[in-house]
């Protein structure tokens, strides 16, 4: 493992169920991302956290609801969820570093959380 | 906001030969371009980067170029073994920040 755990690996769920995807990283960074990965488009960037304040919200839809309780976890709630948010959801950590700092701000993935909707 | 085309989505090639992949950006602040590969069933993973300061970095068999002025940056593999055979991803960020913009990817098949 690389240090960014997520579960469940697979979910299939109905659309009116509620579930909640995790994330979990021991690599001490203060950044944590959600991503979507659908085939054949770009990662679309869903929400990214820093030191647990969530910095972005890329239009995603209230049925995807974040929650960052510390720096070292993630959690996507997933409420109503249409069958076309079947998905790869990535969880990614980085170290956010600052305009002085040397190196760059390397994204580490998890493994993702394949879900369906059906 | 920031535009990331990649080119081809697929790419096959035969072992031992070179593979090309190609970006480009659209946003002239990014300065920060990564390259991540992923297997099938597997994470992205982070294989090589280059930052706006250098025009080349180069890591074993891989290599990255970057043109500056007409925003671009490609990936280079040579002597491609099979197990080369990925998904391969650019992408462009500032150094600092948390916005990565992907490109679409790019399905590698080595044949063996």
């Known amino acids: 493992e690389t240090g960014v755990t997520q579960t469940p690996r697979h979910l299939v769920m109905g659309m009116t169920n509620k579930k909640s995807l995790k994330c979990e990283q021991h690599l001490g960074h203060n950044a944590m ?23 972005e919200n890329n239009s995603v839809p209230s049925r995807f609801s974040p929650e960052c309780p510390n720096s070292s976890h993630l959690f996507l709630h997933l409420h109503t969820l249409q069958p076309e948010d079947s998905a790869l959801y990535l969880c990614a950590s980085s170290q956010d570093k600052r305009d002085r700092e040397t190196g760059a701000n390397v994204l580490t993935f998890g493994a993702g959380s394949r879900l369906t909707v059906l | ?57 180069k890591d074993q068999r891989i290599a990255v170029t970057l043109n500056k002025t007409a925003k671009h940056f490609s990936l280079h593999i040579t002597e ?33």
């Not at chain 2, 085309?5 to 990564?34: M, R, W």
């Not at chain 2, 080369?84 to 080595?110: E, I, W």
């Open chain 2, 80 to 112: 491609t073994q099979p197990e080369d055979s990925a998904v391969y991803f650019c992408a462009a960020s500032r150094r600092t920040g948390n916005q990565f913009y992907f490109g679409t990817g790019t399905s590698l098949t080595v044949i063996p």
């Open chain 1, 33 to 55: 991302y959600w991503y979507k990965q659908s085939a054949k488009k770009p990662l679309e960037l869903m929400f990214v956290y820093n030191f647990k304040e969530q910095t």
């Open chain 2, 1 to 57: 906001g920031e535009n990331v085309e990649q080119h081809p989505s697929t790419l096959s090639v035969q072992e031992g030969d070179s593979a090309v992949i190609k970006c480009t950006y659209s946003d002239s602040a990014s300065n920060y371009f990564p390259w991540y590969k992923q297997e099938l069933g597997k994470r992205p993973q982070l294989i090589i980067d280059i930052r706006s300061n250098v025009g080349e970095k």
